[in-house]
């Protein structure tokens, strides 16, 4: 069964039973190889939270060990499934009823942004910036 066959059937399967649904698909009756694997998703996930202020994927890694855990143990499953369930009321709660919020965040970011490099170039133009960064003359 491949990734994009298995993301199908995810996102087919109803809110609230996805994750235990595809715990019952993809649960190994190897002791050896499901003990491996649930550690192999705790050590994704502490890895992540290890590194989580260089940048780069840790999400992605904290997701994929979720995946790993919950593809094992059916009570993470359905603590993922909880929380799914939650973040969606929660959503609809906050963020449906005002949809002007998303364009007022989407424009703070955005002017967030532009004032950050505004403010790196004249660090570089002042020369206020460290030799060692790499677009430092």
């Not at 004249?122 to 030799?131: E, F, I, T, V």
Request: glycine share 8%; net charge positive; charged share 20%.
């Amino acid at each position: 069964m491949g990734i994009r066959n298995e993301l199908k059937q995810l996102r087919a399967a109803p809110p609230g039973r996805r994750f235990e649904t595809g715990y019952e698909r993809t649960k190994v009756d190897n002791r050896v190889l499901r003990i491996s694997l649930i550690a192999l998703g705790f050590a994704l996930m502490v890895t992540a939270a290890v590194t989580f202020w260089v940048p780069g994927p840790n999400f992605v890694l904290v997701l994929a060990g979720l995946a790993l855990v919950g593809g094992q143990s059916r009570t993470v499953a359905k603590l993922i499934d909880r929380g799914e369930v939650a973040g969606r009321r929660w959503n609809q709660e906050r963020w449906d009823p005002y949809p002007h919020k998303k364009r007022a965040i989407t424009i703070i970011w955005i002017v967030v942004i532009a004032l950050l490099a505004g403010a790196v170039w004249l660090a570089h133009r002042q020369g206020w910036l460290p030799a060692w960064l790499p677009f430092v003359d």
